[in-house]
C-alpha cells in the first residue's frame, strides 16, 4: 500500500508518518518544497522516500512525482495553514492552497491516477457561527473570517467538485484544532508552551506575551487526529465532507492556566496588542457524530496530556 503525503515535514505529516511506520505494508512517500524544514521527520528519513524538491505550485514537480509514486492514498496536508499570516499575505495563502490543490488534483487527471485522497480542511471554514448553531454541523453555512478560512473554503469546494466532475475519489475533512508535540510555534498552545519553558531556560523574562484569550476551541490531540484521518480516508464516503473534533471547548484563557499549572515558576501575563486579529471566531465546538458513526473513532488523549507533552517537547527542544 502506498501513502503519499503533501507536506510531510509539517506538524501533522510527521505525526501520520510515525503512524504509518509503526503499521507493516505501507511504504510511505512525501513531498515537501525546496529549502524547507525537514526537522520534525529527522528521525524518520531513512524510512520513507522523501521528495523534498516539490512545491505543490509547481504542477511540473507535482506530476513527476506522481507518476514516480503511483499512490494509493494521498493525504493532502501541505498548505499555508496559520490564520495570521492569511492577514499580512492573503495572496499567497489563496495560491498554495487553493491552486497548489487544483495542481495535485489536474496532475493526477492528467496521470489517470484515481487514489484515494483526503483533503484537510478546518473548522475556520464555519466562521461566523451562531449561539443557536452550537455544536456545529457539516451543514452549518459556511461564514469565513480570514482569508485562511475562504482558502479552506476553496480547497473543500474543489474536492466536491472534482469529485462530482471527473468521479475523483476525494474525502473531504473539517478538523477543528489540533496540538500536541512539533505543533509550529505561531499557534497558540505551542506559543504559549514554548514561552513557559524559555522562561525556566531564564532565556526569556517571567513574562508571558498573550493574545485575545476569550476565544474558545474545541482541541484533540493531533495523534488522536492522524487516527481519525486515517479511519475517514478508509471507511468515508468519496464527495462526503466529515467533522473532525472532540465535541468540547476550552477557552485560550483555560489553556494557558493549564500550561501555566505545569511549571514551579512565578509567571506575569501580558496582553500584546500585536497579537490580536481582526476579526476572530468566538467559538468553534464540533459535532462529528456523522464520521463516528462510520469509523467508530474516539479521540483518547486527555487534553491535559497533550499539553503537557507539548510542554515537554519544548523543554526538550530549547
Ligand atoms: O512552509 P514549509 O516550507 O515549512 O512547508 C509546509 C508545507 N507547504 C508546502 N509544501 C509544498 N509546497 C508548498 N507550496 C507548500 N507550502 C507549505 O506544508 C509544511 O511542511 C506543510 C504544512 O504543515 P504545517 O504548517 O505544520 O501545518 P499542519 O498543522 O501540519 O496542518 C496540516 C493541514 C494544513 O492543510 C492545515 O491547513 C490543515 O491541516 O488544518
Redesign the pocket.
Known sequence: MKVLI??I?????SHFTEFFLKRKNIQVYG???WK??TENIEHLKDKIDLYDE????DIVSMRDILKKTTPDYIIH?????FVPTSWTAPAETIK?NII?EVNLFEALRSLKLNPRIIV?G?SEEYGFVKKEELPIRETNPLRPLSPYAVS?IGQDFLGYQYYKSYGMNIIRTR?FNHTGPRR?ESFVTSNFAKQIAMIEKGKQKPVILVGSLSAKRDFTDVRDMVKAYWAIMQKGVPGEVYNICSGRTYAVQEVLDMLLSFTKKRVTVKKDPARMRPSDVPVLLGDCTKMKKITGWEPEIPFKKTLEDLLDYWRRKL
Open positions: 503533501t507536506g515535514a509539517g506538524f501533522v505529516g513531498i515537501e518544497r524547507a524544514s516539490c512545491d505543490i505550485n496536508l501541505a498548505a499555508q495553514s498554495t497548489g484537510a478546518s479552506k478538523a509550529g
